[in-house]
């Protein structure tokens, strides 16, 4: 394929790190989107494994597929390294063992627009490596408008967003700062970037569609841990330290958060 995009309306960040399993599947199903204006930006964050030939054969066979190497440094600054190098309004998220569905750019660019907020997300069906898809068993996220304070307090007990249905406008990512790189919050960095933007007054909406496909597998972030209570508390504290006047806010998610645990 030899499309010539000057200028994308999409980037899609994908972070890798010895995926060479998946990866393809992961690259294929952004391809075959309906929507086809968009830039893959592919992170290869110091594989060992076949990932970097994997990801060369693709950047050479479609010019709208790009890629930059790190030494094995996370997801956060992965992604960071992506949103630095990436062109479009807007971004998405799709990690190396992801799937989408063919109209999840199309539907969301629409979404997007037609709410007038800053950030979309939708529910996804969850799979178990490379088993069949399980049509019932999803995500289970909220399809509603989220600002403000009320919006705030929400996302405080919880997150709320499967971080491969996200599309967002990239100013947003960049006036808070993307991701954390901060190695006392691992597996947590989209999370925080959630919090982030609602203290910041942005606006998310949760669509009602399903739109992806979450792979579990024994090396996946779920089976690891992700948003592990370990880590809650190192979250609340970076917020709390930039964001002193929702302090109390914090302070009071995170006593209900540990109460409920305990």
């Known amino acids: 394929m030899d499309k010539v995009i000057n200028t994308p309306i999409v980037s899609v960040i994908m972070p890798a790190y010895n995926a060479a399993e998946y990866i393809q599947k992961a690259i294929d199903s952004v391809i075959a989107q309906t929507f086809t204006n968009w830039e893959l930006i592919i992170i290869n964050d110091g594989s060992t ?14 010019n709208r597929i790009k890629s930059y190497y790190q030494i094995n440094s996370k997801q956060g600054k992965a992604r960071n390294l992506g949103i630095s190098n990436s062109r479009a309004t807007y971004i998405a998220f799709l990690d190396a063992d992801d799937l989408w569905f063919s109209e999840k750019l199309s539907v969301q660019l629409d979404e997007i627009k037609n709410k007038d907020v800053d950030l979309v997300f939708s529910d996804c069906y969850v799979f178990y490596d490379n088993n069949d898809v399980d049509r019932t068993n999803k995500m289970n996220t909220i399809n509603a408008l989220f600002k403000g304070l009320e919006a705030v307090e929400l996302f405080l007990q919880c997150n709320r967003i499967p971080m491969l249905t996200v599309l967002v406008k990239r100013e947003k990512v960049i006036q808070v700062k993307g991701f954390t790189e901060n190695k006392n919050i691992p ?4 999370y925080h970037l959630w919090l982030k933007m609602l203290i910041e007054k942005c606006s998310f909406y949760g669509s009602n569609k399903i739109l992806a496909l979450y792979r579990v597998h024994d090396k996946s972030s779920t089976n690891q841990d992700k948003l592990s209570y370990k880590y809650i508390p190192e979250v609340f504290y970076n917020l709390m330290c930039n964001y002193p006047q929702e302090k109390y806010l914090i302070l009071k998610a995170l006593k209900i958060k540990f109460r409920k645990q305990y």
Request: hydrophobic share 40%; net charge negative; glycine share 0%.
């Open 49 to 62: 494994d076949q990932t970097a030939d994997i990801i060369a054969r693709n950047v050479n066979k479609d």
């Open 187 to 190: 597996m947590a960095e989209d």
